[in-house]
Nanobody
Framework: VQLVESGGGLVQPGGSLRLSCAAS????????MSWYRQAPGTERELVAT????????TYADSVKGRFTISRDNARNTVNLHMNILKPEDTAVYYC???????????WGQGTQVTVSS
């Protein structure tokens, strides 16, 4: 089982990034997918979630209107489009998958996003 994030990096305030998470080793379409983030000295927080079909998405209030989560079940990928980035968005971003039947959870290794001028 693998979840591999990519797309992180350094961006200026107001800029955009797209994070991707490639899944393998499990039935991706059975898993609710989420993005979490963790800044230094803080707890990991939920950023966005998308249901198995992609029909429903939810967001943390801090990113609502700026971030968009999407998934492609044919390609086993989930993306996080981040716009109007702020310094407080700086964190390691993690992809998470949760089986809707067993509640088994898988995590990726994380990708660093730094928003700074």
């Amino acid at each position: 089982v693998q979840l591999v994030e990519s797309g992180g990096g350094l961006v200026q305030p107001g800029g955009s990034l797209r994070l991707s998470c490639a899944a393998s080793g499990f039935t991706f379409s059975n898993y609710v997918m989420s993005w979490y983030r963790q800044a230094p000295g803080t707890e990991r927080e939920l950023v966005a979630t998308i249901t198995t079909s992609g029909g429903l998405t939810t967001y943390a209030d801090s990113v609502k209107g700026r971030f968009t989560i999407s998934r492609d079940n044919a390609r086993n990928t989930v993306n996080l489009h981040m716009n109007i980035l702020k310094p407080e968005d700086t964190a390691v971003y993690y992809c998470q998958g949760m089986d809707t039947i067993t509640a088994r959870v898988y995590w990726g290794q994380g990708t660093q996003v730094t928003v700074s001028s």
